[in-house]
Structures are given as structure tokens and as C-alpha cells.
């Protein structure tokens, strides 16, 4: 047993560098102004006007975008958990197949496309149609986010979907429901888990992200994300930004226990 | 036990190549209980669940109570299922389970109520209605599915192999419960299982199945007792299968030796099938029978002896409760009326003959 413990050993010392001590770094950091003193100030950061408009564009944006991913992939998790497995595995295929792909390097594309001069506008231009103003908008923030972040909805439904079983749903039918009735009292209902664990994959990095307002928004559009960046980057005050990220964390731990409500048996984590 | 209620006709269904049912024909009788038994992938699964509205045959008819079902889906069939692994409702309690059905037809509160109550006593598990199904026994889900699928006051209900995942004592202990519920329902069931043993305690009909046929009907005795060929005499209890000549009514030449028995109508001199179930064979001393043999192997069982004797290069089977130890020399003899004769297969596919009714 004691030979056993000692492997532990390496994952012990991973979590307490390249976690619990960074973590603890920001707490210090946003809990501390420049002089080491300790302080309020950074966290009451989040209440000037600037930076309470950048949570509440990210809240909105994200949520939006969180919405849009459930309606577009609930569908086709679906789909795909009523095809065999052999059918499955190559549409999965698909779906993933983006995300081996460089997540800067596909958020450049979707610039190159909606840029003034870019493909779309020259497509229209083609077809002597009006410019449109794609790029820097918060539509195309949520594009952005849609676009990256749809398969992780997609997989956590499809796995807790495709888990029904058949005799369950059959059973539902031998019991008099029709279709809709089946689908509102017990597939949907047993899909919830997949739902909750689809919804935080999709809001936290939407919640935290900063590269995907900053490609396509351009410099007008500061989500929480930016603001956090800039403060690091250009203001070079780790105090403030730290304080920020707490912030931002609160908002995740609370969606976090959403999830421990609602995915007691953690079906709907197991991607 | 008397109207025709299902009557299943020419009913073919094949996936892919693969054909499971072909060209059956079965009617079921009210107030019946019916068992559908036979190996895995004899089509009897797919027959329930065909009746069930879940599979569509590619041809055929199921006329249920004079009505044409075939394309009825399953929520307007007056029938309910039990399925095999319970399909019980994980997120519901198990009074939502069971009102589940209720619910949808609109009933109201109160009779949902009653209903509730009525069936939980019914299976005996009154007082479980908030319980959720998890935290449920096996056998208990059991139960609970059989609840919720009679308080729809089903005409006909349909069992899949419902005591398969239940260990061997739970298993007898439900065999006596479903018989019970059966008389105080009053209503048809259908029951599927491979478990030849499950299948006689229970039901008033037993059809065997093979590969998609129906190989035999007819009630636990008649089965047991009088199997139409091989196949129904193999899967049904032990027995040993002789090749034997029928000499004339009555008479039969196997083993070497004539043999006295009470089948008639086989011809003269016809080439025939016989089997002996294991516990008719009377071992005796050497002079006493008809023919002599040696035991070869002797296990002891509990209830009785199994043995397998020697005699003329034959390997019987033989189940007694005396004992003969291993290289004992004894005589052989067979009641007349323990040996079934029965026709040869006629052709190759000997398993799975077709057979009239």
C-alpha cells in the first residue's frame, strides 16, 4: 500500500504547482494592492461603469451564444443516437474533426470571411449586392463562440442520450404516450444531466474568452475577457486583473453547483 | 379460455437477410397463459414485440380481437409490456412510474390514487410509492414494472422474459406470484423466456420455437411428455433420442432389441425417432431386462442420481434415485408408454421443421 501511495507522488506535486499555487498566486494578487497591503479595491474594480458593461456584454453574449448551442446541437444528438454506431463514429468524426484544428487558427478564418474586404463581402460584391458590416459586431462574437464551442455540447448530450435505453422509451409508447409525450416526459428529462455539463462547457470558455472578441470584435467590443487580458498585458497591474478573475470565478463556481445539483450521478461529465 | 383473442397470421419478418419469422401462424385464447419458448434467436422476442407494435412484420396480419392492428402503434394497442430489464422510469418515484399511464389517458387524481395503492398491494410492495426505482432490488423492479403495466387494465399482457436477470430462488418465488396475478386479473398473458423449466410451471399453453417456425404447441404435458420431434424433446428436459425402426403398431426395434410400445399409425418397417426421458428407465438387475448395460458415469444431484449407462454403443441417460456405482452391470427396461415415437425429420435443416398445426 505504501508503494502505491508514493505514485501519487507526481500528480501531487503537478497539482500543487501548476494549480493550487497559481490559484493561490491570484487570490494574493486580487487580495493585495502594489504595495502587498491588503485590500478590496481590485475586486470593487468590476462596479466601474467600463467593466460592469464588459461582465454584462460577456453574461449576454455568452448566454446567447449557450442557447444557440443547445438548440442547434440537441437535435443532432439525437440524430445521432439513434444511428448505429458504425454511422455514429464518422459523423463524431466530423463534428471533432475542427477542433484538432488550431482554435486560433479556425477564429482567423471566420475573420478572413466576415472582414470588410473579406470572402463573403466579395461574394456579395460579386452579386452586386450591399457590403454588409460583419466583423467587429456582437454577432459575430457569437459566431465566434457558436462555431468553437458547439461539438461541447454536442458530445455530452449525445453520451447521455445515446444511454437511453431503447426498452425505456418503447415502454413509455406501450404506456400510451405518442411521440411528443415521450420525448417531453422521459427522454428529455433523462437527457437534463447532458444538458447542465453541455451548458457549462459552453458558457465558461465562452464566459472567460477573450481571443474570440478580440478577432472578431476588434478593440470596440470589450467583454470580461479583455478587460482581464488588458489589465495583464498593456496595464501591467496583475493586482486589478487578479481581482477580476475572482470575480469571473464566482460566476463560475456558481454555475459549477448548478451542475453538482442537477448531475447527481455525473452521467452527463463522463466526456 | 375459450374466444380467440390474437390471431397472428402468415406473420413473416426478416432483418436484412437474416429471416426470423417466416409464414407463423399462432392465435392466442383469452384468459390464456401462453409461453413463447425457445433458444436465443428463435424469433420469440420478436414475435412479442411485433404483437407489442414495436416491430413491423414484413407480411402477415395480428387481428386482435377481430381488428386488424397491424398498423396501430403502440400507445393505441389495448396491450402492455414487461420488459425484460424492467425499463423502469430511473427519474420518477415509483408512484409516478406507475401513474404514468393513467396520467396520459387523463384519468383523474383520485383514481390515479386508488390505482396506485391497489397495484403496489397487488405486488406486494405497498408503502414503496416514493422509494425511486434505484434503490429498488432487482425483483422488486420487477414487481413494479408488472405494476405499471397492469393498472392499464390491459387485455393482454405482454412478459419479456421478465425473471431473466433474477437469481434462481427469486426466480421460483415470482413463478408463484405471476400464476397468482394471472388468476386475479383475469387477463391474457404472453410470456417469453428460454427457460424450459419456467415454461411448464407456468403456463396453460407452451409453444416451442426454432429458428422463426413454431415446432410445437400444446399444453406443459403434452410438451413434455409427447414432443413432436428432436428438437422439442432435446430442449425440453433431458432425454435420449434413438434412432429405432418401427416395426408394427406397438412395436419398435432400438438398441438392439423389440421393444413394447403405444404409438400407432407409423407404418411397417419405418425408419423413426424415439425418445426416453432419462428418469423412465428402470435399471434392474441383469436378467430382469430387456437388455443389458454397463454405468459409465455416476453424479450425484440432490434430488437423484444421474447415470450414464452403456448398452449396445448407446449412451443413455438415465435419472434414478438408487444408486449403481460405476462398472455395475444392470438390466435395462422401459415402460411401454414412456417411449414417444416420432417422425424423422425429412430434411436436412433437422431443427427447424415446419409443422402444421
Known sequence: MKNRKLLTGPYLFWAASFIIIPLLMIVYYGMTDKEGHFTFMNLARITTPENLKALGLALLLSFISTLICLILAYPLAMILSEKSVNQTSFIVLIFILPMWMNFLLRTLAWQNLLEKNGIINMILEFF???????????????????????PFMVLPIYNVLSKIDKDVIFAARDLGANNMQTFSKIIFPLSIPGIISGITMVFVPSLTTFVISDLLGGSKILLIGNVIEQEFKQGSNWNVGSGLSLVLMIFIIASMALIAKYDKDGEGTAF | MSNKLIDIVNITKSFGENVVLDELNLYIRENEFLTLLGPSGCGKTTLLRILGGFETPNSGDIIFDGKNINNLPPNKRQLNTVFQKYALFSHMSIAENIAFGLKIKGKTKGYIQDKIHYALKLVNLEGYEDRTPDSLSGGQQQRIAIARAIVNEPKVLL?????????????????????????????TFVYVTHDQEEALTMSDTIVVMNQGYIQQIGTPEDIYNEPQNAFVADFIGDSNILPATMVEDK????????????????????????????????????EEGIIEGVVTHLIFKGVHYEMEVLANNYELLVHSTDMFPVGTEVGIKVDPFDIQIMKKPESEDAEAVGIEE
Open chain 1, 128 to 150: 452586386h449586392l450591399p457590403d454588409q458590416t460583419l466583423i467587429n459586431t456582437p454577432y459575430a462574437i457569437v459566431l465566434g463562440m457558436v462555431y468553437n464551442f458547439l
Open chain 2, 251 to 286: 412395436v419398435v426395434k432400438m438398441l438392439g432389441a423389440t421393444w413394447q410400445c403405444v404409438d400407432v399409425g407409423f407404418g411397417r418397417n419405418k425408419p423413426v425417432d424415439a425418445v426416453i426421458r432419462p428418469e423412465d428407465i428402470d435399471l434392474v438387475k441383469p
Open chain 2, 159 to 187: 412478459l419479456d422474459e421478465p425473471l431473466g436477470a433474477l437469481d434462481l430462488k427469486l426466480r421460483q418465488d415470482m413463478q408463484y406470484e405471476l400464476i397468482r396475478l394471472k388468476n386475479e386479473l383475469g387477463i
